[in-house]
């Protein structure tokens, strides 16, 4: 098993709709969790971090955490076609991260 | 500087050959990783610095792999007798220091070995 696995994707939305992306991850210690953004050739952009239980909102993008079922999910609102990239998940524990696989959005007009 | 600086952006070496990869943290952040990145895949840990020190290794693939930090600021990832499968995106990160880990990279080494 993955230590951090995410939906396999890709996943196509129309532009204005809401795009979900899951992640879930296998150690128990792992405290703190990323959502990064990567453009096609460009390196990973932090866009959310979240540390407790429950939803942390930022602007369009919303960043859920349940630690029992250790299962972390990014959504974005009112998707826009800028927002078509991969989404990487990444997981701290031990002072590092572990990253998924990475999902790829791409939003249609 | 304003950013994570890694040089050079792209490296095209020969199987064999010896390189080095160099990466300069956003001033002030005393945390320093290095990841590899290939294609369609998330990055993978090689190794983190805080400080000088290696504080963990457990990622370098190989003895062939090797990091320094020597004044706690610039890194470099050398890499003996480079083989085919070492092609790949190498990311170099900083963080501002322990318990903080929210990484900011820099723009890449594209490492190509024909």
């Known amino acids: 098993q993955k230590e951090v696995e995410q939906n396999s994707g890709p996943l196509s939305v129309p532009e204005g709709a809401i795009a979900s992306l899951n992640c879930t991850y296998s150690?128990?210690?792992?405290?703190?969790f990323f959502w990064y953004r990567q453009y096609s050739g460009k390196s990973p952009e932090l866009i959310m971090s979240?540390?407790?239980?429950g939803d942390k909102e930022d602007g369009r993008f919303t960043a859920q955490l349940n630690k029992a079922s250790q299962y972390v999910s990014l959504l974005i609102r009112d998707s826009q076609p800028s927002d078509s990239a991969t989404y990487l998940c990444a997981v701290g524990a031990y002072g590092k991260l572990t990253f998924g696989q990475g999902t790829i959005l791409t939003v249609h007009p | 500087g304003a950013g994570v600086s890694q040089t050079p952006s792209n490296k095209v070496t020969e199987k064999g050959k010896y390189v080095e990869l160099r990466c300069d943290p956003i001033s002030g952040h005393t945390a320093l990783y290095w990841y590899r990145q290939s294609l369609g895949q998330g990055p993978e840990f090689l190794i983190y610095?805080?400080?000088?020190?290696?504080?963990?290794d457990s990622g370098l693939p190989n003895d062939r792999f090797f990091a320094v930090r020597p004044e706690g600021s610039v890194s470099t990832l050398k890499i003996q007798r480079t083989e085919r499968g070492d092609s790949a995106v190498y990311l170099c990160a900083s963080s501002p220091g322990v318990g903080d880990e929210k990484l900011f990279f820099g723009s890449g080494t594209q490492l190509s070995v024909l």
């Open positions: 610095f805080q400080g000088t020190g290696a504080a963990d």
């Open positions: 979240i540390y407790s239980n």
């Open positions: 150690d128990r210690v792992s405290q703190s």
